[in-house]
């Protein structure tokens, strides 16, 4: 039974000089009424995890207050002012003095752009105040706080079991907290709570082991899920090559749906093999999922992500494609559309020159209206073959229309390169679409693929010019000639 009146300050500590100058700060607390305090000095801990859940079992304290021994309080009001918190938010589990409201794709949090808090800090070799976004209110939900001071109204373990070190500790125990159903957060500080004197970092013990440890673990609670979409046709080898090429990305949280359009059992082989190691990956033979039904619409029943992508069995991603593109997305927010240059590379892997059809469309990263880029796919249709097809995308881009009946036009040309640009339309018109003039995907130019024979030029131009004047008729504002 948990004493309700009872704040205990937790601290696993190595340098006892430095942890007596914390106490002093402890002792010159305002402690309300009927309340009392306990401090507890873990020494020798394996590791700052299992110190924390030793005190958990050693401590009947409701609130607790996990600090580094270097940290030094110098809010005289400070219990005061976390208890009104808790009290008056049930729903709050734990506060910080600092954190950020989205972790980044690489799960260094102070990386962040929606960084909250303040205190005075000196890991730079200088103490200084670090004043991060203003907090208007109250306090500020985040997603996840520095682990020099973490204040506790519920006991929620600390996963020793994974991180048995001195990083990711504090994102881990904050991703649990939200797991949990709890709120954690940053109160508006005035002036700030905290000192935390903990000099230059040191990220070299373990930091990058746990840091892909912590990725691993927590991707899927932290960052949108993104659905790519492979097409599989009869060439095994391409296809395995495309599908490596996405299992590898950099980013973490990735379901992976395959439409087999083979005229034999060999992809479908060849993916239960894959399904064993990797549950991520969904698996349908083309013919039984689309039968006689729009393609798009299906495709988002059976997909979850948030942001979707679509690539056949002769493309090969960059392994960090998707961490790159989805880094733009949480920049901008009204980015509907990523798209990048493509390489060409030969049947073997080897890059291959660009052509006269075939080229980079801008030499660095160019955020575009999308009315502007519609206008050059209008254009420059052949320069963008490739780049049109395996965008990245919001899934809302396309799921209202969808849903309205406004792809209809798209369904008998569901396996044409067409069909592809008349869908980007209707995306990228709702926002701006970025190009990205680094190569982060290769097309694969071989023997059984046609794209570049000239009765396939000739072919894919007729049904241009045929889309291009639906188009303008289905979106007069499209018409690109005035």
């Given at each position: 039974?948990?004493?309700?009146?009872?704040?205990?300050?937790?601290?696993?500590?190595n340098?006892?000089?430095?942890?007596?100058?914390?106490?002093?700060?402890?002792?010159?607390?305002?402690?309300?009424?009927?309340?009392?305090?306990?401090?507890?000095?873990?020494?020798?801990?394996?590791?700052i995890?299992?110190?924390?859940?030793?005190?958990?079992?050693?401590?009947?304290?409701?609130?607790?207050?996990?600090?580094?021994?270097?940290?030094?309080?110098?809010?005289?009001?400070?219990?005061?002012?976390?208890?009104?918190?808790?009290?008056t938010?049930?729903?709050?589990?734990?506060?910080?003095?600092?954190?950020?409201?989205?972790?980044?794709?690489?799960?260094?949090?102070?990386?962040?752009?929606?960084?909250?808090?303040?205190?005075?800090?000196?890991?730079?070799?200088?103490?200084?105040?670090?004043?991060?976004?203003?907090?208007?209110?109250?306090?500020?939900?985040?997603?996840?706080?520095?682990?020099l001071?973490?204040?506790?109204?519920?006991?929620?373990?600390?996963?020793?079991?994974?991180?048995?070190?001195?990083?990711?500790?504090?994102?881990?125990?904050?991703?649990?907290?939200?797991?949990?159903g709890?709120?954690?957060?940053?109160?508006?500080?005035?002036?700030?709570?905290?000192?935390?004197?903990?000099?230059?970092?040191?990220?070299?013990?373990?930091?990058?082991?746990?840091?892909?440890?912590?990725?691993?673990?927590?991707?899927?609670?932290?960052?949108?899920?993104?659905?790519v979409?492979?097409?599989?046709?009869?060439?095994?080898?391409?296809?395995?090559?495309?599908l490596?090429?996405?299992?590898?990305?950099?980013?973490?949280?990735?379901?992976?749906?395959?439409?087999?359009?083979?005229?034999?059992d060999?992809?479908?082989?060849?993916?239960?093999k894959?399904?064993?190691?990797?549950?991520?990956?969904?698996?349908?033979?083309?013919?039984?999922?689309?039968?006689?039904?729009?393609?798009l619409?299906q495709?988002?029943?059976?997909?979850?992500?948030?942001?979707?992508?679509?690539?056949?069995?002769?493309?090969?991603?960059?392994?960090?494609?998707?961490?790159?593109?989805?880094?733009?997305?949480?920049?901008?927010?009204?980015?509907?559309?990523?798209?990048?240059?493509?390489?060409?590379?030969?049947?073997?892997?080897?890059?291959?020159?660009?052509?006269?059809?075939?080229?980079?469309?801008?030499?660095?990263?160019?955020?575009?209206?999308?009315?502007?880029?519609?206008?050059?796919?209008?254009?420059?249709?052949?320069d963008?073959?490739?780049?049109?097809?395996?965008?990245?995308?919001?899934?809302?881009?396309?799921?209202?229309?969808?849903?309205?009946?406004?792809?209809?036009?798209?369904?008998?040309?569901?396996?044409?390169?067409?069909?592809?640009?008349?869908?980007?339309?209707?995306?990228?018109?709702?926002?701006?679409v970025?190009?990205?003039?680094?190569?982060?995907?290769?097309f694969?130019?071989?023997?059984?693929?046609?794209?570049?024979?000239?009765n396939?030029?000739?072919h894919?131009?007729?049904?241009?010019?045929?889309?291009?004047?639906?188009?303008?008729?289905?979106?007069?504002?499209?018409?690109?000639?005035?």
């Amino acid at each position: 039974m948990l004493s309700p009146k009872k704040i205990a300050f937790i601290t696993c500590v190595n340098n006892e000089e430095m942890y007596e100058e914390a106490l002093l700060y402890i002792k010159n607390l305002y402690i309300p009424e009927d309340y009392t305090i306990e401090t507890l000095c873990i020494k020798n801990a394996e590791s700052i995890t299992k110190g924390y859940n030793q005190a958990i079992k050693d401590s009947d304290a409701k609130y607790k207050v996990y600090m580094h021994q270097d940290v030094f309080i110098i809010n005289k009001n400070f219990i005061v002012d976390f208890i009104d918190i808790f009290e008056t938010h049930k729903s709050i589990g734990m506060i910080g003095v600092a954190g950020t409201q989205t972790i980044p794709l690489n799960g260094i949090w102070w990386e962040s752009n929606t960084r909250y808090g303040k205190v005075y800090d000196s890991h730079s070799g200088k103490l200084e105040l670090l004043n991060f976004n203003t907090i208007e209110n109250e306090y500020e939900i985040v997603k996840a706080i520095d682990g020099l001071i973490m204040i506790t109204q519920y006991d929620i373990p600390w996963r020793e079991d994974l991180f048995d070190g001195w990083h990711f500790y504090d994102l881990s125990q904050s991703i649990e907290f939200h797991k949990g159903g709890y709120e954690v957060v940053i109160p508006k500080q005035n002036p700030p709570w905290c000192i935390h004197d903990c000099g230059i970092v040191n990220t070299k013990n373990g930091y990058e082991a746990y840091r892909d440890l912590f990725l691993n673990e927590y991707a899927k609670d932290i960052f949108p899920l993104v659905s790519v979409f492979i097409e599989a046709y009869d060439r095994v080898d391409y296809f395995k090559s495309a599908l490596d090429s996405v299992l590898n990305q950099t980013y973490k949280n990735i379901q992976i749906i395959i439409i087999d359009k083979s005229s034999n059992d060999e992809c479908k082989k060849t993916t239960q093999k894959y399904i064993e190691k990797h549950p991520n990956i969904q698996y349908y033979r083309s013919d039984v999922l689309f039968q006689n039904k729009d393609m798009l619409s299906q495709l988002l029943k059976i997909s979850s992500g948030e942001h979707l992508s679509y690539l056949k069995d002769d493309v090969i991603y960059h392994k960090d494609r998707i961490t790159i593109m989805m880094n733009y997305f949480f920049k901008y927010k009204d980015l509907q559309c990523v798209t990048s240059y493509s390489q060409l590379i030969d049947k073997n892997g080897t890059i291959l020159e660009d052509t006269h059809i075939k080229r980079k469309l801008f030499d660095n990263n160019s955020m575009l209206n999308g009315k502007f880029f519609i206008s050059l796919l209008l254009t420059k249709i052949f320069d963008l073959i490739d780049e049109i097809s395996i965008p990245l995308f919001k899934r809302k881009a396309i799921e209202n229309d969808i849903q309205k009946g406004k792809f209809g036009i798209y369904v008998a040309k569901e396996d044409q390169i067409m069909a592809n640009l008349l869908t980007i339309i209707n995306i990228i018109d709702k926002g701006k679409v970025l190009y990205i003039s680094e190569p982060l995907s290769c097309f694969r130019v071989h023997d059984i693929h046609d794209q570049r024979k000239i009765n396939t030029l000739l072919h894919e131009v007729f049904n241009y010019l045929i889309d291009k004047n639906i188009l303008i008729k289905r979106y007069p504002i499209f018409n690109c000639t005035k």
